[in-house]
């Protein structure tokens, strides 16, 4: 397994994202490519073409999937007034735009929503960066504890 630094955060939003660009993950340096739609000549598509093995594209999450995190969330919920709205907005059209409208008359429920799908957009990243045999750095290096007098290392321990 190959770690390397990346913003794990912007990889979720791509992998989020509605936009139909293409965005491409440096194999390298874990930096992101976004390739230009309405180019295809551009820079950055030549690169890729020219290293195929040092990139590969960001997938996309297409509406069946985004209904599917959200029809998930649905076995989370026991309210007994969101649920079936929010079910009945997943069957009908444009399944999307309708949940979000619908879950934002449930303040609490809306923020639950959010940190649900938030964990599993994450879950996903992490589980795509597995399969390329890659894993993000740890956001925080553990502290080197050489040489701190242990007064000092007890303080440092109590604020963490």
Same mark, same amino acid.
């Given at each position: 397994m190959r770690t390397f630094t990346l913003d794990l955060d912007a990889l979720v939003q791509l992998i989020n994202g509605r936009e139909?660009? &293409? @965005?491409?993950?440096? #194999? &390298? @340096?874990?930096?992101? #490519?976004?390739?230009p739609a309405e180019d295809p000549y551009s820079d950055e598509r030549q690169q890729v073409e020219l290293e195929p093995d040092r990139y590969t594209q960001?997938?996309?999450?297409?509406?069946?999937?985004?209904?599917?995190?959200?029809?998930?969330f649905l076995f989370t919920l026991d309210d007994p007034h969101a649920h079936p709205l929010l079910s009945a907005a997943l069957t009908g059209r444009k399944p999307l735009r309708a949940f979000d409208y619908e879950i934002e008359a449930f303040a609490t429920i809306h923020e639950q929503w959010l940190a649900y799908e938030l964990k599993q957009l994450r879950e996903y990243a992490l589980n795509w960066l597995y399969e390329l045999g890659l894993e993000p750095a740890p956001d925080k290096l553990p502290l080197d504890t050489r040489g701190i007098p242990k007064d000092i290392l007890r303080r440092l321990n109590k604020h963490a």
């Open positions: 139909q660009q &293409e @965005n491409w993950l440096d #194999l &390298e @340096n874990g930096s992101v #490519l976004t390739l960001i997938p996309n999450l297409d509406v069946m999937q985004r209904v599917a995190i959200r029809e998930s």
